[in-house]
């Protein structure tokens, strides 16, 4: 398993995020300011998110990738594109439910231009935990399964005195 990695571009109105690795949730907080980015961007005609040299993308990181389409919900002519081949990472986006807010493609249509690497940004115990719930919470909006899946994680966190360490919940 390689280390998770972010790498972005932003070039004619077109937002590509990449992810490599195994993207997990100490890229969250990362992933929570590109999609503020991606919101806030004036001309964005398209978003883009390659998940091709992805081994693993947890549920948090998930979380995150679904807040990006739905901050760009309704700006877009076309939702938000996800570009993925590892059959598990694939799984995962179609029984999460993202292909109603997302085009899930094999290849994609056409090469991103240069990405540059995302620094890493830091986040303590308690911003770490609020984005875990976070994602959790947009996950279970996206579907009844997800509902289903994260609400005991979700009344966990709930429950969970700020501070507390939360890597021992998540799975």
């Not at 290849?107 to 690497?117: G, K």
Request: glycine share 6%; charged share 25%.
């Amino acid at each position: 398993m390689h280390e998770g990695r972010i790498q972005a571009a932003f070039n004619a109105g077109v937002f590509v995020l990449k992810l490599s690795g195994d993207v997990r949730l100490t890229l969250c907080a990362t992933l929570d300011q590109q999609a503020q980015r991606v919101a806030d961007s004036p001309g964005l005609a398209a978003v883009m998110i390659d998940l091709r040299e992805a081994t693993n993308v947890d549920s948090t990181a998930l979380g995150f990738l679904a807040k990006v389409a739905m901050a760009v919900e309704g700006r877009l002519e076309q939702p938000p594109t996800i570009v993925a081949e590892h059959p598990d990472v694939r799984r995962m986006l179609d029984v999460m439910g993202f292909s109603r807010y997302f085009t899930l493609l094999d290849a994609p249509l056409t090469e991103p231009a240069s990405l540059r690497e995302l620094p890493q940004v830091r986040a303590d115990e308690q911003g770490m935990q609020q984005r875990i719930l976070e994602a959790h919470r947009i996950l279970m909006r996206m579907s009844d399964h997800n509902r289903d899946e994260f609400q005991p994680l979700v009344d966990l966190l709930e429950a969970q005195k700020p501070g507390e360490d939360c890597s021992r919940t998540h799975h």
